[in-house]
């Protein structure tokens, strides 16, 4: 069964600083890869999401993540946050081809605060 | 909106109540999810429906039962709950049980007194 790990509980930067999400997931065959927002007091939304062809995916908001295959990682950076940024990130994965390994599987979060 | 409502918002319950959650969906999706949300815990899935049928139940207790009349239509009946039971209960839909953009719901913030 897949598995998910986000290494980071609770980050907190300043406007204009970088960020980066970390997402390790554990599976052994060909997944799908999604980092999921949720702002507070809000439903959660797809930031961005890999299927297959260039391991640099762009998503809204001028977020971008990275597959890398070989360490099993799909990391979410933004060059510069904004206070609206501040928001709870959720890594999933599923795997390919159905199934139940095609459920997705979460991570447990990372909460972003950005501070003014 | 995202095209998958839920209703109630809130629900206060006690242990000895029974009540239900209500998910609807409007994207022509066939597949049905219903998750659990609580503080610092991943995202459980509790349930799946595909073409209206549960293909998966993760091991949940029997004190939460699904019922998916039809495929723009999901429902969680809960009773006996325990105060553990408190989170925020999320649903989603999708194109096929395949994952491939699942949409969710604002989900129901649920407290068992």
């Known amino acids: 069964a897949q598995s998910v790990s986000q290494h980071n509980h609770h980050v907190i930067l300043s406007e204009a600083a970088s960020l980066e999400l970390g997402c390790n997931y554990s599976?052994?065959?060909?997944?799908?890869l999604f980092w999921y927002v949720q702002y507070p007091g809000q439903h959660l939304q797809l930031l961005l999401k890999?299927?297959?062809?260039?391991?640099l995916v762009k998503g809204i908001k001028g977020f971008e993540a990275e597959f890398i295959k070989s360490k099993f990682s799909f990391n979410l950076r933004k060059p510069s946050v904004q206070w609206s940024d501040t928001a709870e990130y959720f890594c999933?994965?599923?795997?390919?081809?159905?199934?139940?390994?095609?459920?997705?599987?979460f991570g447990k979060g990372t909460k972003l605060s950005v501070k003014p | 909106e995202t095209g998958v409502t839920q209703t109630p918002r809130h629900l206060v319950m006690g242990m000895t109540n029974k009540k239900s959650l209500k998910c609807e969906q409007h994207l022509g999706h066939n597949a049905m999810y219903w998750y659990k949300q609580s503080a610092k815990k991943p995202l459980e899935l509790m349930f799946v429906y595909s073409l209206e049928e549960r293909v998966e139940n993760n091991s949940v207790p029997s004190r939460f039962s699904p019922e998916c009349p039809n495929s723009s239509h999901l429902f969680l009946h809960l009773h006996t709950l325990q105060p553990e039971d408190s989170a925020l209960y999320l649903c989603?839909?999708?194109?096929?049980?395949?994952?491939?953009?699942?949409?969710f719901g604002s989900g129901t913030r649920l407290t068992v007194v």
């Open positions: 890999y299927f297959s062809g260039d391991p």
């Open positions: 599976y052994g065959g060909t997944v799908n």
């Open positions: 989603a839909s999708s194109q096929e049980a395949t994952g491939y953009g699942y949409t």
């Open positions: 999933a994965v599923n795997a390919r081809g159905g199934g139940s390994q095609g459920n997705l599987i």
